[in-house]
């Protein structure tokens, strides 16, 4: 993608979307750090339907680890994984309380830190919970910023360092939120709906897309 063209592909999106929210759903820091710790190979849905079940009942890492691995697994055993996550969130819970007095701490070393906490997880509750211009780069983000020409490169972490250097500072805290949605709903794997795509002209993906016969 020309230089030129990332701050009308940025503005473009910002004006179908203005405060774009990640679709897991959290009240709190801990809620959020939670839900995206279950939400590895799940979808966003499949963790929404377990942790409003979950989050009422224990909303705090105290109340977690209070559940045991068999209560904590009796509330997510409908997520992939859901024994491992369980384990880890655990594990955690039990960090955050003896090491960050029962909050989530704001620094992704401390974050990964955390059992199943990953670089993305980090960036996602740095970005989303705190504000901060992080760029977690998931399976969508990757193939968006690669087939576009935004920021391609062979692993998430060279597209997350381009992402970084060419998304400008103005549309950089909800960058990631942006290109999720565009990623999971436009611009998808298999084919994208590029008739669809506000951003399309913008786009080095030349095989554009068409839509399907009336």
């Given at each position: 993608?020309?230089?030129?063209?990332?701050?009308?592909?940025?503005?473009?999106?910002?004006?179908?979307?203005?405060?774009?929210?990640?679709?897991?759903?959290?009240?709190?820091?801990?809620?959020?750090?939670?839900?995206?710790?279950?939400?590895?190979?799940?979808?966003?849905?499949?963790?929404?339907?377990?942790?409003?079940?979950?989050?009422?009942?224990?909303?705090?890492?105290?109340?977690?680890?209070?559940?045991?691995?068999?209560?904590?697994?009796?509330?997510?055993?409908?997520?992939?994984?859901?024994?491992?996550?369980?384990?880890?969130?655990l594990a955690t819970c039990a960090i955050l309380i003896e090491q960050h007095?029962?909050?989530?701490?704001?620094?992704?070393?401390?974050?990964?830190?955390?059992?199943?906490?990953?670089?993305?997880?980090?960036?996602?509750?740095?970005?989303?919970?705190?504000?901060?211009?992080?760029?977690?780069?998931?399976?969508?983000?990757?193939?968006?910023?690669?087939?576009?020409?935004?920021?391609?490169?062979?692993?998430?972490?060279?597209?997350?360092?381009?992402?970084?250097?060419?998304?400008?500072?103005?549309?950089?805290?909800?960058?990631?939120?942006?290109?999720?949605?565009?990623?999971?709903?436009?611009?998808?794997?298999?084919?994208?709906?590029?008739?669809?795509?506000?951003?399309?002209?913008?786009?080095?993906?030349?095989?554009?897309?068409?839509?399907?016969?009336?």
């Open positions: 993608m020309k230089k030129e063209n990332i701050k009308p592909f940025f503005a473009t999106l910002k004006a179908a979307n203005p405060q774009p929210e990640t679709e897991l759903e959290y009240t709190s820091a801990f809620e959020l750090l939670a839900a995206v710790l279950l939400s590895a190979q799940a979808t966003d849905v499949s963790v929404n339907k377990a942790t409003r079940r979950l989050f009422p009942v224990a909303s705090t890492p105290q109340k977690i680890l209070a559940l045991g691995q068999e209560g904590l697994e009796s509330y997510i055993k409908s997520i992939g994984l859901y024994r491992t996550k369980a384990k880890n969130l007095g029962g909050r989530v701490p704001r620094t992704r070393e401390a974050l990964q830190a955390l059992p199943g906490v990953g670089r993305k997880t980090a960036n996602v509750v740095l970005n989303t919970a705190f504000g901060e211009p992080t760029m977690a780069v998931d399976t969508h983000i990757f193939r968006v910023s690669n087939r576009t020409g935004l920021a391609p490169g062979k692993n998430v972490v060279e597209v997350e360092m381009k992402l970084l250097k060419r998304v400008p500072p103005e549309f950089m805290v909800d960058a990631h939120h942006w290109l999720i949605l565009l990623g999971r709903y436009v611009c998808t794997a298999r084919k994208p709906l590029c008739w669809r795509c506000a951003v399309a002209p913008f786009c080095d993906y030349k095989p554009k897309t068409e839509p399907p016969p009336a």
